[in-house]
């Protein structure tokens, strides 16, 4: 049952990033109590975009996936009947992998796609038609049985062209942060299917027009938004949560605690080390994030020639070892890595470019910062399009430490847990079995996806709650 | 010791699926009526090889239709792990 004390919570959710929006949401619209606390100014988490001098910049993620017909992304948007108003838009193609051999342009048409790249690689014509099958297969349990493979093991046993093994991999690279080696099979195929073959799809006007429209329907369904607003603590008695406390000292009692926030500072700080076994301590103490972004804004002062396709990702690479370009990220060595993914937005005056990069404390990005922005400029410049720094407006960038400050996600990861095989689906880390009433939402749950990984976990998070409390699960 | 296994495997399915435990029958189809998709088969796979110290092949996951089926399958593993030993 529902408490009918005014001043109790049925749920608190810690953080209004994209899962913790979606999950209050649901949980708000089936008539549960519901208050989400946000530390930032702003609801999103990395789904925002700020304004420069004219320039509105996506901050981290510029695109989401999974918005086919039954895509999750699309599901929750006409659940709370938010797909008109956001007016969403998708290039077309939406991605473009440049090589020094190659260019493959991934095309809303994935049969399209499929027969180009069977053109440029008419050697691994049905391995490509069989492997993209079983990538958009949709049968729910086709992917478990992937669960012990890297993604390197999956294409090995589909392809024998290394180079388009590199091709396939290289926006995962980008966009999941690991190299196929050492990518689990499962996040890969996920990455694939809703990145490159359902994604690209961006609300007119900047992502911060999706967590804001989640956050109006919130609202409007009777939740509490608190922007600002830190939690310091939360609060548990025999092993049962009672509430949380926010920085300023006030007590929040709630039946439900949902932490839409990093994991390490989920359970170690704001829980705290006591509450939880020394088996599962060590355990999140051995866990490796996943690797740190520098984003790239750049506002032009013109549309010229060579700025093609607004609004498509392009991933530019010069050569196919990425192995090796994984370990020159991780050392912060922008040669070494080579390639970057860089997007010319819809309004073809504002660009955003981003490489993987390590998490260092402030002092370092403070020194090597514009460093690192100049050169990543020379290579723009220098492989995709000429004369750019000629009419750069506005530059500014975000560092690993920038991602810190804004959203605390532990060192500054971009997507959660590193995805690698030993780090997927591990337990207690979605719902702690030892703490009833306690749920993680979010990509810190080992099922770091991207914007569709978090949309589905935040749905799924709301349907537990909803039927622990006998309560409909209420859609339109 | 079946007993037991069948009730943790009961309380790891209830936790990944969010349905009670008294919902969770022998012969429940855990994709049709639990809602178990790829995912949550893979926790649900990655719960038992935890709790049981066993190793789940990649090629039996798919055949876990039933809570019936998860609970032979770790016997199996269990009694051959056993003999092993």
Redesign the interface.
Known sequence: MLNPNNDIYDAVIIGAGISGLVCGCYLAKAGMKVLIAEQHHKPGGYCTSFTRKGFTFDAAADCFGAYREDGITRKICKDFEIDKKLNIIRPDPSVIIITPDYKVYFWNDLEKTIKELQIIFPEEDNNIKRFFSFVFNSD??????????TFKELLDQYFTNDKLKAILSFPLLAIGGLPPSMMSA?MGVKLFSEFLLDGGYQPKGGMQALPDALAERFKEFGGELRLSCLVKKIRIKDNKITGVVFEKGSFIPSKYVISNCDARQTFLKLLGKDKIKEDFYLKIKDMTPSISNFVLYLGIDEYFKPLQNPGSALFFSPHYDLDKAYQAAQKGDIEGYGGYALRIYHDKSTISAIIPAPYKNKKYWTNNKHKFLESFIDRIEKYSIPDLSKHIIHKEAATPYTLYRYTLNHKGASYGWAGTLSQ????DF??P?FIQGFYLTGHWTT?GTGISGVV?VGH?TA???L??EKLSYKIN | MSDNVENEIISIIADVSGFDEEEIKPDTNLQNELEIDSIKAIEITVAIEKKFKVSVRDEDVPKILTLSDAVNLVNQLLNQKGRDA
């Not at chain 1, 729910?140 to 493979?149: A, E, G, H, Q």
């Not at chain 1, 997927?424 to 337990?427: C, E, M, Q």
């Open positions: 729910p349990n086709s992917f478990s049985r992937i669960r012990s493979r499962f997927l689906a591990v337990p979605r719902k079995s099922l589905y799924d349907k537990k709650i039927r622990k």
